[in-house]
């Protein structure tokens, strides 16, 4: 334990979230799965945990309710199955692990996490990482697990059109995925995101979230990043890995860095969304460039809970 | 036609590529393929095609010939089965395409060429991607086109066993990928890369020829980078996009931000490999840290074949 500023961040999507559209009812229960989140992967990290296992604590954490698109919350594709994406990278040694369309899986970011542990492959997609998955045992779940009847009024209202929506809300934009980022005890970095896809999605279409660098990135040497938002933009801007060289090769700050990619960059681009990063020293960024981000952090100096911007 | 410098480089795998090991016959075939799929290429920007046209009709040209790792040369997985990644980026909108995992289309550079001009989305996986690109009447053969003698005799070497290999030669490596990047005269960059994937492979692994910011990047500002070699390695160092960084934000030329992703990071990091770059001055650079690259160019000072260091 020679790192005090050790610390954790995490995010549970972000987009048109507007207070005027939220019960106190509705934003007590996001607060309290934040806080609850935010607490098991800052119990891990107090422990001694490494930041890839205060990491995936979280997500499992943030999977496992049914408010955010990820995990047992994930929307319905065109076909009515739940089809999920996560990856996670280890700032230490560079070693990353992912799955994409994975279908049944309870926890997809420790699926992610035996591919990093176990596979010398870096993403997996499809039945062929469920497969990999079973061989270490991986917790499925029958499809009526994933049921949410909020989700599945979604679905009903697209599924004979070909609009997709990364989360639903009328017109609105909820743009669903979790995340989490850590700098750990040791002084080493960790990042995971994990999503439930877009609702009515066709295609196979597989976004950023299980894609090394554009979704998720970490590096000892600069920052841990988890990204949320219309993933295309993410992936053609390459974001994660972007503030990182920002870091790197032009010596900004990680809060520097996350604003130009995320205020400057991703809006010039036309992209939605925002990031959550903590850097090798403990300070923590937070940019969007839309109405909310659910979000949260916690260390030495405290924790909080946001919502708005 | 402003931009005299227009000009195409092209690769078709890097490895372990010995002149000890190649008879003078099979080098001709190398010379003779890589020779027509450079002049179809830079024939195309000599007519003043986007960089994002003659990028596909090389890829093309080396996808139809045996002797790549890609369209028809493709190796078997572990199935006995042809899965194919490709991916295109357009460096004047930022906007790309690619697919993964695609079995029975000819030419998948082109079908992640559809997905660039006709999808919201940048990446479609399996039977998703073909029924998207059968909207499209992109074309498609049987397995029969794919079979190649020498591909399925690598095959039954490892079939039963938990070996997969990149293309098969005893212990030695070649790393099958083909790839092309482009300036046209009207001074717009673009980058593109196709694969059969890896002889045995299981899991629905995907490697970085299918990943924006991996194995193909292309941007204005910049340059245009196509990789091959262990992908993995360049999935953790998001290599096409790190050498576009190390221009953008450190300055570096071409060759020399090329130099420090392959010959220092790769190498450091254990992975093997190179990658073919242009810049929007028109200057080229194909670094590799093997024995072998098969690779051409073509611009206005005449047209060069290579296979060794």
Not at 172 to 177: E, H
Request: aromatic share 8%; net charge negative; glycine share 12%.
């Amino acid at each position: 334990m020679n790192n005090h500023n050790y610390g954790i961040v995490i995010h549970g999507g972000a987009g048109t979230i507007l207070r005027s559209e939220m019960t106190d009812e509705k934003e007590a229960k996001y607060q309290s799965a934040l806080s609850e989140a935010i607490e098991a992967g800052y119990a891990a990290l107090q422990s001694g945990a490494t930041a890839v296992d205060a990491v995936t604590k979280a997500i499992v954490s943030l999977e496992n309710c049914p408010l955010f698109n990820a995990g047992k919350g994930s929307v319905f594709n065109s076909k009515g199955e739940h089809e999920m994406d996560a990856s996670i990278m280890d700032g230490r040694t560079l070693h990353a692990g992912a799955v994409a369309a994975v279908k049944n899986i309870k926890n997809p970011i420790r699926l992610s996490q035996l591919v990093l542990s176990h596979s010398d492959h870096v993403l997996l997609v499809g039945d062929g990482a469920v497969v990999f998955g079973e061989d270490y045992n991986i917790a499925k779940e029958e499809d009526a697990y994933f049921y949410d009847q909020y989700r599945y009024e979604q679905w009903q209202k697209v599924k004979d059109t070909d609009k997709f929506q990364l989360d639903h809300s009328k017109d609105k934009k909820y743009l669903g995925t979790v995340g989490a980022v850590a700098l750990d005890s040791h002084g080493n970095l960790a990042a995971g995101t994990s999503t439930g896809g877009m609702t009515n999605k066709k295609y196979g279409r597989i976004g950023d979230s299980a894609l090394i660098g554009a979704g998720t990135y970490a590096n000892n040497m600069t920052c841990a990043i988890s990204c949320t938002g219309s993933g295309e933009y993410f992936m053609r801007a390459v974001t994660a890995y972007d503030i990182s060289c920002l870091m790197e090769y032009k010596g900004l700050s990680l809060d520097a860095a996350a604003k130009k990619a995320i205020i400057d960059k991703l809006t010039a681009l036309g992209g939605d969304g925002g990031i959550i990063g903590i850097d090798k020293e403990g300070n923590i960024s937070m940019p969007f460039n839309c109405e909310g981000m659910y979000r949260a952090y916690q260390n030495q100096n405290g924790k909080a809970v946001l919502i708005y911007k």
